[in-house]
């Protein structure tokens, strides 16, 4: 796909799914107008790739909906001094998003094809503020705590302490959680050591998956 017509593209999704919807926040409405989302899909779908869906990724996982990560992003109120904690790298087009608009972010991925693709694709457009993990992310990643925010891509059963203990007193976390529903979006943020939570509505993710053996996470 030429860049022109994906710039083009890109323009009218964030008009049409993300100002529409009433994602105001202009750091994040810029940087979906910047992060070329076809180089983050399998090439069969790239022409696909700025419609209002979530896509295969490979490995049985997905690219999320446009709108759900601006969503997201929003909640997590961004700023460019922020160090973010991403658990679910995936193709990396989240993490491309969150460094275009803050300090640094640090993010794990399980799955190793996964994980070697979004290096590999981060690298190749040049992000220098990503620190890409591989590993399971309900442990968190203690070395480089605390974080100002923690974003979740993957639905998880409960909020895991490490992931309490590593955001700073103060930050906001954003994550899909599974509940007698089904799932929620929730934000949550820190004070006194404590979370106190807020519901943003149904959502779909697929499950953060729990290592059942604590692996060696690498950092490449
Ligand atoms: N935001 C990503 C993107 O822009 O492509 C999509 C993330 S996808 C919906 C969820 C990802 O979380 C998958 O790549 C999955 O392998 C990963 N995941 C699930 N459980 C995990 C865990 N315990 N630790 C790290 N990553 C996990």
Redesign the pocket.
Known sequence: MHDDGACERRKKMVERQLIARGIADQRVLEAFLKVPRHL?VPEEYEDLAYQDSPLP?G?G????QPYI?ALMLELLELSPEDRVLE?????????ALLAEIVREVYS????PK?FFEAKERLHRLGYTNVYLFL????KGLPEFAPYDKIIV??CAKHIYEAWVEELREGGIMVLPLEDAHGQSLVRAWKRKGKLRLEYHGGCI???????DAHGEQENL
């Open positions: 983050f990724i490995s996982q997905t690219i999320s990560v658990i679910g790298t995936g193709s990396g087009y989240q993490t794990i991925e399980r799955i996964l590993g399971d992310g309900s891509s993957a993710f697929v499950p953060l998956v729990e290592e």
